[in-house]
């Protein structure tokens, strides 16, 4: 969530994420305990064994306290499913968080790259040669006819998933989104929250991907993505300019109440945060706010998350201790922000 790369004013990330097993082991779900470890211990000493993954940071998730297995979920780094998850696994990353290797997650490996902006081309390539590198010293799962076999039937074939975050207030707020998303089922693209599979929208955040892999390639799943992302950003848009064409005095005033709500609330929920949060970033791409960025705005939403206040304020915090604690971060962030902005200006 860096605010760079194309279409970033809509387009949060793009990500790939494959699934791999390893043929010698059962599925996640019929191994054993040792069947973990052995796993674990496996797969972490066969990437070592690759070059350029020595510089790959690794933590044995399972031994995490819950609050820094929650930040790594919120960072996007590990599923919720791995973070709460039972046994054995770890996850490696890389220096600027744009590739992790989560192991024994449902599947034996799920690998995953992400980008910033619209960018999914560039993802590919990336995992692509990640994912030679690692079967270059693992031996996978595979079926000549099904393609890699993976614990969720739905993922058999490239085990790929291809899915991009969009940023789409205005298409909420003109009541267009519930088409959009019925149009998108219709062509068998499924719609996610933040945090993917399972969890709900929050500050207008919408993950769009594919809901299969058997039977189509790798460059046919991006291509699908690709080529309906587009069409939402230019609805998005177009929503947007309806917005500010039709009623400019409204929608400015009410992005204006929102900041405004963020830089004096001495108490905040993090859904009412993701809420204003959502209507400032809105506000910064139509030029309604100058003195902040959507690179700040994108840091306020990853770093006023639960865990991330927590880490910030280095001891655990119940709810409303960490809602006072976010208030007093984002009044802290934003009237910094404003005087550096302000005195740049001057």
């Given at each position: 969530?860096?605010?760079?790369?194309?279409?970033?004013?809509?387009?949060?990330?793009?990500?790939?994420?494959?699934?791999?097993?390893?043929?010698?082991?059962?599925?996640?779900?019929?191994?054993?305990?040792?069947?973990?470890?052995?796993?674990?211990?496996?797969?972490?000493?066969?990437?070592?064994?690759?070059?350029?993954?020595?510089?790959?940071?690794?933590?044995?998730?399972?031994?995490?306290?819950?609050?820094?297995?929650?930040?790594?979920?919120?960072?996007?780094?590990?599923?919720?499913?791995?973070?709460?998850?039972?046994?054995?696994?770890?996850?490696?990353?890389?220096?600027?968080?744009?590739?992790?290797?989560?192991?024994?997650?449902?599947?034996?490996?799920?690998?995953?790259v992400m980008k910033s902006g619209l960018d999914l081309h560039s993802a590919w390539q990336q995992i692509n040669e990640v994912d030679d590198q690692i079967e270059s010293?693992?031996?996978?799962?595979?079926?000549?006819?099904?393609?890699?076999?993976?614990?969720?039937?739905?993922?058999?074939?490239?085990?790929?998933?291809?899915?991009?975050?969009?940023?789409?207030?205005?298409?909420?707020?003109?009541?267009?989104?519930?088409?959009?998303?019925?149009?998108?089922?219709?062509?068998?693209?499924?719609?996610?929250?933040?945090?993917?599979?399972?969890?709900?929208?929050?500050?207008?955040?919408?993950?769009?991907?594919?809901?299969?892999?058997?039977?189509?390639?790798?460059?046919?799943?991006?291509?699908?993505?690709?080529?309906?992302?587009?069409?939402?950003?230019?609805?998005?848009?177009?929503?947007?300019?309806?917005?500010?064409?039709?009623?400019?005095?409204?929608?400015?005033?009410?992005?204006?109440?929102?900041?405004?709500?963020?830089?004096?609330?001495?108490?905040?929920?993090?859904?009412?945060?993701?809420?204003?949060?959502?209507?400032?970033?809105?506000?910064?791409?139509?030029?309604?706010?100058?003195?902040?960025?959507?690179?700040?705005?994108?840091?306020?939403?990853?770093?006023?998350?639960?865990?991330?206040?927590?880490?910030?304020?280095?001891?655990?915090?119940?709810?409303?201790?960490?809602?006072?604690?976010?208030?007093?971060?984002?009044?802290?962030?934003?009237?910094?922000?404003?005087?550096?902005?302000?005195?740049?200006?001057?």
């Amino acid at each position: 969530m860096r605010g760079s790369g194309p279409e970033s004013d809509i387009v949060i990330s793009s990500r790939i994420r494959l699934a791999r097993n390893l043929a010698e082991f059962p599925f996640i779900r019929r191994c054993t305990p040792e069947d973990r470890q052995s796993i674990e211990k496996m797969v972490h000493g066969r990437l070592q064994a690759i070059p350029g993954f020595k510089t790959l940071y690794y933590l044995r998730v399972d031994e995490l306290a819950h609050v820094d297995r929650q930040f790594l979920t919120e960072r996007q780094l590990i599923s919720r499913e791995h973070a709460e998850a039972e046994g054995a696994r770890s996850v490696a990353i890389d220096n600027d968080e744009r590739l992790s290797v989560m192991i024994n997650e449902e599947d034996h490996l799920r690998i995953q790259v992400m980008k910033s902006g619209l960018d999914l081309h560039s993802a590919w390539q990336q995992i692509n040669e990640v994912d030679d590198q690692i079967e270059s010293k693992l031996s996978y799962a595979f079926h000549e006819r099904l393609g890699y076999l993976t614990a969720c039937p739905t993922n058999v074939g490239t085990g790929m998933r291809v899915s991009v975050m969009l940023h789409l207030p205005a298409l909420v707020i003109t009541n267009q989104i519930e088409k959009v998303f019925r149009s998108l089922q219709k062509i068998n693209l499924a719609v996610r929250g933040l945090y993917g599979e399972g969890s709900q929208a929050m500050g207008d955040f919408y993950q769009i991907s594919n809901q299969i892999t058997l039977g189509k390639s790798e460059e046919e799943l991006i291509d699908q993505v690709s080529g309906v992302v587009p069409m939402i950003i230019e609805y998005e848009r177009k929503a947007r300019d309806f917005l500010i064409t039709q009623n400019r005095e409204d929608l400015h005033d009410k992005i204006s109440r929102a900041y405004g709500i963020l830089c004096t609330a001495q108490t905040i929920s993090s859904e009412e945060t993701m809420h204003l949060l959502s209507s400032v970033r809105m506000g910064v791409n139509l030029g309604l706010i100058d003195d902040l960025a959507i690179s700040d705005i994108n840091k306020l939403f990853v770093e006023t998350q639960p865990a991330h206040l927590q880490k910030l304020r280095g001891n655990e915090l119940d709810t409303a201790g960490r809602n006072i604690e976010r208030a007093l971060y984002l009044r802290r962030y934003l009237q910094d922000r404003g005087k550096e902005h302000r005195d740049e200006r001057n």
